[in-house]
């Protein structure tokens, strides 16, 4: 094997993963054992290695109305081991929870092709989220002025529809005076 090669190819990885600024992480699925890069912490709001990088640990992290939907997805990611796109809300350290997308591909495989490793990323994705809620919001309020809009265009058609009637009555009532 060529050293020199290998010299190269860890310092292109440690380039990249720095690059990158997502935090990668490394897990042994049978022993729920996981690897966290110090920038994965980092995202938490954590110093590198301030919780127990394990899967269980992990799992108490994630809010907690997401936990059976996460749980079922990457679940469905290890019993087919294929790759898998997770967004989910983790708490950080200071209790606030964040959106992340987390993306894992398997690395191993047991006999009946299930995932025995994983490797993947995690990305912030909270401002994308925010802005997909302000979005959401905004929508909200356009629909709302819409059917207020709609209700007062309908009051206007139907007080027109009454004079037109009122008009032809006072014509109707006219050609009887006559």
Known sequence: MDTKNTKDTNELYNLVIDALEDGVWDWDVPTGQAYF???YFEMLGFEDNEFPATYNQWITMVFPDDKDRIEAEL????ASGKKFVVDVRLKRKDGT???YSTHGKTITKNIDGSAKRMVGTLTDISDIKN???ELEKSR???EEKFQETNKLNGLT???ELKMVKMKEQIKELE???K
């Open 97 to 99: 929870y964040g959106w």
């Open 37 to 39: 890069t110090p920038r």
């Open 157 to 159: 058609v139907d007080r």
């Open 131 to 133: 802005a997909e809620a």
């Open 140 to 142: 909200l309020l356009i």
């Open 75 to 78: 679940q469905a990611g290890v």
């Open 175 to 177: 050609s009887k005076i």
